[in-house]
């Protein structure tokens, strides 16, 4: 459940950064000219804001993707015994990884947010911070 949690929350702080992305309007599309009367552009046309928003959305759905594989596992390991092998070799990963890396896609969020990121004001904070306490429960990541 942990890292289920921990990817729940990271696809939150995805899920709000893009949408910030999409409606924040700062400096102007690089394709187009210097005119500094020209109307700004949202963020999301900014290459570095794609790249962030790029790595939150793999981290997220990977970890996602991970945990359904575990729940799977869990399913066929009563009846097959290196299904249950892979299941006990593969639950502290499940924990473990989505925990790190969507906390590492909170950081993103909160990058995306610029100021914004750090203040209640905006959910980014709250997702990060709730996320950093799942690589403490049930036992320290190694």
Avoid at 55 to 69: D, N, R
Avoid at 82 to 111: G, M, R
């Amino acid at each position: 459940t942990i890292g289920l949690i921990a990817g729940a929350l990271g696809y939150a702080g995805y899920g709000a950064s893009l949408e910030y992305a999409r409606e924040r309007t700062q400096g102007r599309p690089q394709s187009g000219s210097r005119d500094p009367n020209a109307p700004q552009c949202p963020i999301i046309e900014h290459t570095d804001v794609r790249r962030m928003l790029l790595a939150q959305k793999a981290y997220v759905e990977g970890s996602l993707a991970l945990c359904l594989y575990g729940s799977t596992l869990v399913d066929q390991a009563e009846e097959d015994s290196e299904k249950a092998l892979l299941l006990d070799v593969l639950t502290p990963i499940i924990k473990s990884w989505p925990s790190e890396w969507a906390l590492e896609a909170n950081k993103w969020a909160i990058q995306i947010f610029g100021g914004y990121g750090y203040t209640r004001d905006y959910p980014a904070e709250q997702f990060y911070r709730d996320n950093r306490l799942n690589m403490i429960h049930e036992g320290t990541n190694g």
